[in-house]
């Protein structure tokens, strides 16, 4: 695709249910990164994956939260017993590669609403 | 911890004007900045960047400038224009190994026409 797409686009849903949110990348693009932005604030960096690894899990708030990506491409990041605190826009953004130097192009987020 | 912060939360200029958007920066080992445009229910769209060798960058109508010395960085928007209404950020990249790039909290520019 030109962009890159995440899906839902929104969701709401009650505390205590699991949340499963998707990310496409731009194709090619072998480096992929996991933000949270709450209404009003910055960018919450979450995981990084460099093909199909995490180098980094170190931004994820707490065990609840878990994220996966397979074959290089798609990654999906799962919130379990989701609580009222996880309410917040999910960025996802790819890059060509972890080269520092390179752009990152993000999506259009998943807006999370726990009830 | 090491933070990246922004001067202004909101910022509002006539239509025209031209608009500086200033962010500070903690981490003296930093050596990439980029700042990026978000508009209202969309993701991060990058506007600038630049490196820590050099302190002023040009694009179009934007301009970037880097102060090492008092860890200060700006984005100057020259003839502000209605469709720059936007929340802009301020990032770091420490250049580690896997990329993880530091947002500062974002300034919100309101464009009067």
């Known amino acids: 695709g030109a962009g890159v797409s995440q899906s839902p686009s929104n969701k709401v849903t009650e505390k205590g249910k699991d949340v499963e949110l998707r990310c496409d990348p731009i194709?090619?693009?072998?480096?992929l990164y996991w933000y949270r932005q709450s209404l009003g604030q910055g960018l919450e960096f979450l995981i990084y994956f460099q093909g199909n690894s995490a180098p980094d899990k170190s931004g994820l708030p707490s065990d609840r939260f878990s994220a996966e990506r397979t074959g290089g491409s798609v990654s999906t990041l799962t919130i379990q017993r989701t609580q009222q605190e996880d309410s917040a826009v999910y960025l996802c953004a790819s890059s060509r590669d972890g080269n520092p130097q390179e752009t990152q192009y993000f999506g259009p987020g998943t807006r999370l609403l726990v009830l | 911890g090491e933070s990246v912060g922004l001067h202004l939360p909101t910022l509002s200029v006539q239509e025209g004007d031209n608009s500086i958007i200033n962010c500070a920066y903690s981490n003296s080992a930093s050596d990439y900045f980029i700042w990026y445009k978000q508009e209202s229910g969309k993701g991060p769209q990058f506007i600038i960047d630049i490196r820590s060798n050099m302190d002023k960058r040009q694009g179009q109508r934007v301009t970037v400038l880097l102060n090492k010395t008092v860890k200060h960085l700006s984005l100057q928007i020259a003839a502000t224009q209605p469709g720059d209404s936007a929340v802009y950020f301020c990032?770091?990249?420490?250049?580690?190994?896997?990329?993880?790039?530091?947002f500062g909290p974002g300034t919100s520019l309101s464009v009067i026409p």
């Open positions: 990032a770091e990249n420490m250049g580690t190994s896997y990329d993880k790039v530091i």
């Open positions: 194709s090619g693009h072998t480096a």
